[in-house]
């Protein structure tokens, strides 16, 4: 593996230093491809896809065209033909049954819509009960329209980003659900997809480089420290991952699956996007200082990186947290609506899974930034000859700042140096 491109301002880093690298990221793809190999899962061992229509069944896709704010009773069992869609090889609008979670209410006129056509059903009025909405429409509009900001913006390493994503998700499709369902070690299989997933998208949307490595290297320790503390807290905790509904689904269907070891590969990988983001911006934080200040010490540019990364550390553990107080919003009013304190409902199964998978990241979050500030700092080429004193005796800024006081560039700086 050949590291280059170093940042602007900065040198060259020296070819030991980038030998060393490509031996060791060189020795962890090798892992990763070992790992990728040994895991991967056996197709005849897969269970049979569920269909989860009978053969009696068939699905059909209309337009909404009228809802009724005065419904008329549909058979004998008390529904109401409340919204009417038109159906191809229908010449008339149709009536749908609704379940009671999905009032007429949620439908507008144009709306599109997913069926099930029960035969059996026709007896009660209607063989068409509703399934779902379809989204395909908006949800590639807001895809396409996340592309064009990101590439307006960040141009082609915003589309390699992007197309890293795709690659990652096709290793987790392809790769880790079935070697989850077929009974594969779930730690070894989250470990191997977390660093296939972060070469992809690391080097291919920030390049081969000494900074992008050493973010790489980062990031690595704080997925393995995420991995460890989560191996012993789902267990500590007493996590019964058998209680969500979907769980216990999959406990019936695929009884290979272990369903701890689906929880803890999946804090894994939530962990994985968290480092990379921090880890990235940290090196490149130090990568820039040592461009504004050439002849810094490795001590002064590790202290100043981690008051970057210091200010990092408390945006994103709070965002972390906030990010699942959203996604949790109708379960905490749900709660909330009981007589629990807030001790209580820290406990309860669904919230305890949610805070330990939020501290185990948050936790290797904090001790990946000052390792990668580290990495950073010792790798981060140091000034070459031609950054000392210019020959005709003028000294050039940045060193002139950092030599006034030989102790200078070992102390913190404080706000008056700003």
Known sequence: MHLHRPAPGASPSPRSVRLVLGVIMGALVAATGAGLAWLWPDRGALPERIAYLDQTASWAYGTVVKIDPEPEPMGQNGEVAAVFVTLPGESEPQPIHL??????????????????????????GSPYVFADFVRSGPLILMAVLFAAAVFAVARWKGLAAIAGLVLSLLVVWQFLLPALITGKNPLLAGLVTSSAIMFIVVYLAHGISVKTTTALLGTFAGVAVVAGLAWWAIPATHLTPRTHEGMSQMAYIAPAVDLRGVLLCGMVLAGVGVLNDVTITQASAVWELRGAEPAASRRRLFVRGMRIGRDHIASTVYTIAFAYVGTALALLVLVNLYDHSPADVLTFEEVAEELVRTLVASIGLVLAIPLTTAIGAALAAPPTPDQSPTTDGAVPTAVASVSADPTDSDREPTDHDQ
């Open 99 to 124: 379940s009671p979670e999905v009032p007429a209410e949620d439908f507008s006129l144009g709306d599109r819509v997913k069926l099930m056509r029960l035969p059996a059903a026709e007896e009660t």
